[in-house]
């Protein structure tokens, strides 16, 4: 059913019921952003977290995932991804990712954003560089999706996407390979794989009712990864400082819903000139 070569594809209601998970995670995110200050443990993030998740009727999907203690993967400065909580204190000027999963009636939805503690005015300009090319190449990728393309094509988009940034913000930029995008749907991750740079092969054709996790990782210097003695958090080899963004996204054949998005994606599609169609 989900074939290496083949797409899983929704029902408009699945995709709607998958909705109500990519909501719950987008006010978990929109939360923890608002939250997230100079002092605060990584695991008080996460408490609030779970909490607010399960105040929602919905399950941390991360909680006890393979053994994983946190309901959110908080990851700090040259930590990439997977970072687990606890008791690490942020400090003015940490460059944190978030990650979040959460399950509504068997549906999962799954983003991440990234943040500066103590606002954009704290962080560095190349962090801050970072961050929003991140974020661009993420939104780039994601517009790349339409019913009949390739679905590598969102790779290729994320890399020309990255390339011209660390061009015009005169950084080097490495986009992280050995972590990538993935199908999404009654379980967090499904086939396929979604690359965030260019491959040879062009993927499968992009079905109406196809949803994925679209979730570039880019650091500021080397694309090479470690994984600590946890056994979970991803640091870059370099010690550089990496970001993350993710959504969970549906492609029909009227256009894009991003279902974590608290707008669905609207105001950012709209921009890139991109259809945006929620099913109503
Ligand atoms: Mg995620
Ligand atoms: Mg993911």
Redesign the pocket.
């Known amino acids: 059913m989900f074939g290496r070569k083949g797409l899983d594809v929704k029902t408009p209601d699945q995709i709607r019921r998958m909705r109500l998970a990519g909501l719950v995670v987008g006010e978990t995110l929109e939360l923890i952003r608002g939250l997230a200050g100079a002092g605060m443990t990584t695991g008080d993030l996460d408490r609030t977290a779970e909490d607010f998740i399960r105040s929602k009727g919905a399950t941390p999907s991360f909680l006890g995932y393979h053994g994983f203690t946190g309901s959110l993967c908080v990851s700090v400065n040259e930590e990439v991804v997977h970072g687990i909580p606890g008791p690490r204190i942020l400090r003015e000027g940490d460059l944190v990712s978030i990650d979040c999963g959460a399950i509504v009636d068997g549906w999962h939805g799954?983003a991440a954003i990234s943040l500066i503690v103590g606002g954009r005015e704290a962080g560095s300009a190349r962090d801050c560089a970072l961050m929003d090319a991140t974020l661009a190449s993420m939104w780039a990728g994601i517009t790349a999706l339409a019913v009949g393309c390739r679905l590598y094509e969102v790779g290729a988009a994320v890399e020309d996407c990255i390339v011209d940034a660390a061009r015009a913000d005169g950084l080097t930029y490495g986009i992280v390979e050995d972590y990538v995008?993935?199908g999404i749907g009654t379980e967090m991750h499904q086939d396929p794989q979604v690359p965030n740079y260019r491959v040879r092969d062009r993927g499968p054709v992009v079905k109406s009712g196809v949803t994925v996790?679209i979730?570039p990782m880019v650091t500021l210097g080397s694309a090479e990864t470690d994984v600590l003695e946890d056994d979970w958090t991803v640091v870059t080899q370099d010690g550089s400082r990496a970001a993350h963004w993710?959504h969970s996204v549906a492609v029909t054949d009227a256009g894009i819903w991003v279902l974590t998005a608290l707008d669905g994606g609207q105001e950012q599609l709209e921009a890139l000139a991109a259809a945006y169609a929620p099913l109503v």
């Open positions: 799954d995008g993935h996790a979730e993710e």
